[in-house]
């Protein structure tokens, strides 16, 4: 066990070290009960409202899997959020929390189309 948790906060350090800027605001990156967790604030990925990732956020993203991609034996959640404006957009989604789980999922696309991540390695969650 104790193996696993040094691996694992070596990844971690490998992570904040791709990503630049340890003390950015914008990016947390942990590990709870064995999981690697990225949460990357929804206001540099997305514009409020939406689910379509922006250009600088994949720029960010694509750090983040050539970390990942080194590491084929570890599992990740990616965590969606929305801002506290309710949603009006589509009919296709009713709420915020619908959002969210959509912008998670949109950036597990990203790191499986573009930069070629396992998804049975990914998991995405949305909040409320």
């Given at each position: ?16 070290g ?24 929804d ?86």
């Open positions: 066990m104790a193996r696993k948790d040094s691996l694992n906060m070596a990844l971690v350090m490998n992570l904040k791709a990503v630049g800027n340890l003390d950015d605001q914008d990016i947390n990156i942990k590990v709870d009960k064995g999981v690697v967790f990225i949460d990357i604030s206001k540099l990925l997305f514009k409020s409202g939406s689910y379509i990732i922006s250009p600088n956020a994949k720029t960010v993203l694509g750090k983040v899997a050539a970390v990942l991609k080194n590491q084929p034996d570890i599992e990740f959640m990616v965590e969606g959020h929305t801002d506290n404006v309710p949603y009006k957009g589509n009919s296709a989604l009713v709420d915020n929390w619908d959002l969210s789980v959509k912008r998670a999922t949109a950036v597990v696309r990203v790191l499986q189309k573009e930069y070629g991540l396992d998804p049975a390695k990914i998991a995405a969650a949305g909040t409320q």
